[in-house]
């Protein structure tokens, strides 16, 4: 009989669909609901205006990450209103009957890193998060996006929402990666080729041999910056690599479920012949070490190119804006950019915290010394990921290196904490947004890879690790 | 949530591309617990020097605009974070209605629960249009949602395409949560399909 070929999206679209209105709106099931202290108190007191209660508190995890020190944590929370946000979130998850991992739990960390950690993030799922970085957990073959408060309300008050049907997108990196290529600048390299917007109002699937050879910790850095190529979400299928991450994490399968799930799972991938409403290849063995000089993470080159000339730019408005972002970066065209002396460097954030990227990045500074005028910090992802480096001794390396070794959380990302850029520092950052203020005030963001990020801390410049890995 | 049925004011131009979420409302202002209030902090730190002192320079600080109701964008506007504040932040100042030939997703929809109307037209009306709101508190536009309309300070109208389900849902004010529970019955039986299809996924 044959049925219509469907993609991985398709397939997990319409398992969830609960119901469709009359006027089209899907109405999907969700199946993992993550909360986080910046965006969720104004949802908790919509509920309670309205009287409504939560209605699946055990498919929720709640988890403070955006706001909290990562210094020493004795002394708890001095900002007043940091505080009063991570508070609210106990209190909130406490009332509700939701799990939370407090400051002083193990398990605390950046959401979408205790996500897959904790086993919550299984294939074929549909996980939501009030953060665009949600797409992370596409990584796992689960439909995983950022929404708004408005939406956070809507889960908690009902485990759905109304969504219109995005559109299927295809993104394959083919070949295999040059030495000292990392996940990170497969993603800037497509970013720089599809654009900010190049996927917007689509689901994107990762594919090809570049892919299936990442690890989950480097699929999950490609599906995190799914957003910043405008996408709706981020897809990859799950695989024996997934399959072996997830066995025996605390929320994933237990023997007995396991074979049958295990079997579910593999049913999922694009079937043969689906159909994909955009497609577009990349040469993996043409990729570099990828660096962003401007204020958008499309603003992308190799790490061997030169700061751009916006008088080569033929779209007036594009020109516009590159101009505008060389006078924020503080950059002259044709400066070559391993010339860009840095100030700071920040390894850490979800994109890039796990304790792959913490290997990879202890790798390049075993043995270096940090350069005098750089202040270095490294931001385990997890207290999970920050005990498992500890008992690796990766916090040894890094400290003797000079790089500061600090608790988890979101922490330089987007300087909700006490760790920022002063107006005019330029940073090398594993992060996902070099965006105007980003960082802290004025400051200058460089995003790259762990690898390139721990080079840079060693170098005082902007350089390129493959001359450090020998 | 408040209805969107028809506005008339001045459109204020802000002539960037990808104008992000951390732009239009920084880090430093999501630290609170409420949804309101938020204009203080709308473009900070393009409005404002390194002591947080008003520069005056700012669209929307410009006498002309203090009271404009509506915002003319270059493309992918609210790209980025998924941070609601960003509406909350345009609406908290009066801004009711955004004009761009594209939008960040996240940001689109969320203007959707906060009785915001962010408009699509081509590039080249919105170019025209950037021009039209060059010209101050002259450039007043009345934009109807029923009729898909927006018309231009010279009296010319150009329609706009907006999903039906969005437009209805703003055209009322909808609860979509209200909505939603109404469809209380099929959640449930969906629940309990799941339950004996996928049992890992069960929990309270």
């Known amino acids: 009989m044959g049925k219509r070929p469907r993609?991985?999206?398709?397939?997990?679209?319409?398992?969830?669909?609960?119901?469709?209105?009359?006027?089209?709106?899907?109405?999907?099931?969700?199946?993992?609901?993550?909360?986080?202290?910046?965006?969720?108190?104004?949802?908790?007191?919509?509920l309670r205006l309205a009287g409504r209660a939560v209605r699946r508190p055990g498919a929720t995890l709640a988890v403070a990450d955006h706001n909290v020190p990562t210094t020493d944590r004795a002394g708890g929370i001095k900002d007043e209103e940091s505080r009063i946000q991570v508070e609210t979130l106990e209190r909130n998850a406490k009332a509700a009957g939701i799990t939370y991992f407090g400051m002083d739990d193990d398990r605390q960390g950046i959401v979408h890193v205790i996500g897959p950690e904790q086993g919550l993030t299984l294939p074929g799922t549909t996980i939501v998060c009030g953060d665009s970085h949600?797409?992370?957990?596409?990584?796992?073959?689960?439909?995983?996006?950022?929404?708004?408060?408005?939406?956070?309300?809507?889960?908690?008050?009902?485990?759905?929402?109304?969504?219109?049907?995005?559109?299927?997108?295809?993104?394959?990196?083919?070949?295999?990666?040059?030495?000292?290529?990392?996940?990170?600048?497969?993603?800037?390299?497509?970013?720089?080729?599809?654009?900010?917007?190049?996927?917007?109002?689509?689901?994107?699937?990762?594919?090809?041999?570049?892919?299936?050879?990442?690890?989950?910790?480097?699929?999950?850095?490609?599906?995190?910056?799914?957003?910043?190529?405008?996408?709706?979400?981020?897809?990859?299928?799950?695989d024996a690599t997934t399959f072996a991450y997830l066995k025996g994490r605390p929320m994933a399968p237990k023997a007995g479920a396991w074979e049958a799930a295990e079997r579910f799972w593999a049913s999922l991938p694009t079937d043969r012949g689906a159909k994909f409403n955009k497609r577009v290849t990349l040469n993996g063995a043409a990729i570099q070490p990828m660096v962003t000089w401007g204020t958008s993470p499309q603003d992308v080159l190799p790490i061997g190119a030169s700061v751009p000339d916006p008088a080569d730019e033929e779209d007036p408005d594009k020109r516009r804006s590159m101009e505008r972002s060389l006078g924020y970066?503080?950059?002259?065209?044709?400066?070559?950019?391993?010339?860009?002396?840095?100030?700071?460097?920040?390894?850490?954030?979800?994109?890039?915290?796990?304790?792959?990227?913490?290997?990879?990045?202890?790798?390049?500074?075993?043995?270096?010394?940090?350069?005098?005028?750089?202040?270095?910090?490294?931001?385990p992802g997890s207290g999970l990921v920050k005990a498992q480096a500890e008992a690796e001794g990766l916090d040894a390396v890094f400290r003797a290196a000079g790089f500061e070794w600090r608790e988890p959380g979101c922490s330089m990302?987007?300087?909700?904490?006490?760790?920022?850029?002063?107006?005019?520092?330029?940073?090398a950052s594993t992060s996902n947004r070099n965006f105007e203020g980003r960082q802290g005030r004025g400051g200058r963001t460089h995003l790259v890879g762990p690898e390139m990020a721990a080079a840079a801390a060693l170098a005082g410049t902007l350089t390129d690790v493959r001359e450090r890995i020998g | 949530?408040?209805?969107?049925?028809?506005?008339?004011?001045?459109?204020?131009?802000?002539?960037?591309?990808?104008?992000?979420?951390?732009?239009?409302?920084?880090?430093?202002?999501?630290?609170?617990?409420?949804?309101?209030?938020?204009?203080?902090?709308?473009?900070?730190?393009?409005?404002?020097?390194?002591?947080?002192?008003?520069?005056?320079?700012?669209?929307?600080?410009?006498?002309?605009?203090?009271?404009?109701?509506?915002?003319?964008?270059?493309?992918?506007?609210?790209?980025?974070?998924?941070?609601?504040?960003?509406?909350?932040?345009?609406?908290?100042?009066?801004?009711?209605?955004?004009?761009?030939?594209?939008?960040?997703?996240?940001?689109?929809?969320?203007?959707?629960?906060?009785?915001?109307?962010?408009?699509?037209?081509?590039?080249?009306?919105?170019?025209?249009?950037?021009?039209?709101?060059?010209?101050?508190?002259?450039?007043?536009?009345s934009v109807d949602l029923a009729a898909q309309t927006v018309t231009r300070p010279d009296g010319q109208?150009?329609?706009?395409?907006?999903?039906?389900?969005?437009?209805q849902h703003l055209l009322k004010g909808l609860d979509d949560i209200g909505l939603t529970l109404e469809k209380k019955r099929s959640i449930d039986d969906y629940e309990k399909r799941q339950r004996q299809e996928q049992p890992w996924l069960a929990t309270r």
């Not at chain 1, 099931?29 to 919509?46: K, M, N, W």
């Not at chain 2, 001045?10 to 204009?39: H, S, Y």
């Not at chain 2, 699509?120 to 010209?135: C, F, Q, R, S, Y």
């Not at chain 2, 109208?157 to 437009?167: E, N």
């Open chain 1, 134 to 238: 949600t797409s992370t957990h596409g990584a796992f073959g689960a439909l995983a996006f950022g929404i708004g408060t408005s939406e956070v309300e809507h889960v908690l008050a009902t485990q759905t929402l109304l969504q219109v049907r995005a559109k299927n997108m295809r993104i394959e990196v083919t070949g295999s990666l040059g030495r000292g290529i990392s996940a990170k600048d497969v993603i800037l390299a497509i970013i720089g080729q599809i654009g900010t917007a190049g996927a917007t109002g689509h689901v994107v699937e990762y594919a090809g041999s570049v892919i299936r050879g990442l690890s989950i910790e480097g699929r999950m850095t490609v599906c995190n910056m799914s957003i910043e190529a405008g996408a709706r979400a981020g897809l990859i299928a799950p």
């Open chain 1, 413 to 427: 990302c987007l300087a909700m904490n006490a760790d920022r850029l002063e107006p005019g520092e330029r940073c």
């Open chain 2, 157 to 167: 109208t150009v329609s706009f395409d907006i999903d039906p389900a969005r437009k």
């Open chain 2, 1 to 141: 949530m408040q209805a969107f049925t028809t506005l008339r004011g001045v459109a204020a131009p802000l002539d960037m591309v990808n104008v992000d979420t951390d732009m239009i409302i920084p880090k430093q202002f999501l630290k609170t617990i409420e949804r309101t209030g938020l204009g203080r902090g709308l473009f900070y730190e393009l409005r404002t020097d390194a002591k947080g002192n008003k520069k005056g320079d700012f669209v929307l600080d410009r006498p002309a605009y203090r009271a404009a109701k509506i915002l003319v964008a270059g493309r992918n506007f609210g790209c980025g974070s998924s941070r609601e504040h960003a509406p909350w932040a345009l609406l908290d100042a009066g801004i009711r209605c955004v004009i761009a030939s594209s939008f960040a997703d996240i940001f689109f929809n969320n203007c959707f629960k906060n009785g915001i109307l962010p408009v699509i037209l081509p590039e080249e009306t919105v170019k025209a249009m950037l021009k039209d709101a060059e010209n101050g508190a002259n450039a007043v536009f």
């Open chain 1, 7 to 46: 993609t991985l999206f398709d397939k997990i679209w319409d398992a969830h669909l609960v119901d469709t209105l009359d006027d089209g709106t899907g109405l999907i099931y969700i199946d993992r609901h993550l909360v986080h202290e910046v965006t969720s108190p104004q949802a908790f007191e919509g």
């Open chain 1, 329 to 379: 970066m503080g950059l002259e065209p044709g400066k070559p950019l391993r010339e860009i002396r840095i100030d700071k460097v920040f390894i850490g954030s979800c994109t890039n915290a796990r304790i792959e990227d913490l290997r990879a990045a202890a790798g390049v500074a075993k043995g270096g010394k940090v350069a005098k005028h750089v202040q270095a910090l490294v931001v």
